[in-house]
């Protein structure tokens, strides 16, 4: 898994990295019992603090993805597919596309119901 981050995205560091790694998990690229880089590790792999990476990690385990196992670990937990929280991540993803290309608010949604429109 390669983790490249978006100088340019209004989204702060750590909401990038966890996104990444969320898709990495519901892509199967990250499989169930795979372990995540040392948060020292992953810091030092993107020049980012140590807490940055942390909270990355908090992040992804309150959504159930990854289980923090203090000195064993961060490990990837079986993919219980929620369809709804995937919805949210896909829409999530969307809106963080159109933000990097400076899109508004107003101009996303026109975008949206336009789409919807047609199909």
Do not use: C, H, W
């Not at 560091?13 to 795979?34: D, F, N, T, W």
């Not at 980012?48 to 961060?74: D, F, K, P």
């Not at 995937?86 to 949604?109: I, N």
Request: no cysteine; glycine share 8%; net charge negative.
């Amino acid at each position: 898994m390669i983790i490249e981050l978006d100088d340019l995205s209004k989204d702060p560091p750590y909401v990038q990295i966890q996104a990444i790694i969320a898709r990495a998990i519901a892509s199967g690229e990250l499989a169930e019992g795979s372990k995540l880089p040392t948060i020292r590790q992953l810091a030092g792999d993107l020049g980012l603090a140590n807490n940055t990476i942390a909270r990355a990690y908090r992040e992804l385990e309150l959504e159930g993805l990854v289980t923090q196992r203090g000195r064993r670990g961060t490990v990837v937990n079986a993919l219980v597919v929620d369809p709804d929280a995937e919805q949210k991540r896909l829409v999530a993803d969307f809106v963080t596309q159109a933000r990097a290309l400076g899109m508004d608010g107003a101009t996303t949604l026109r975008l949206i119901s336009e789409s919807l429109s047609r199909t």
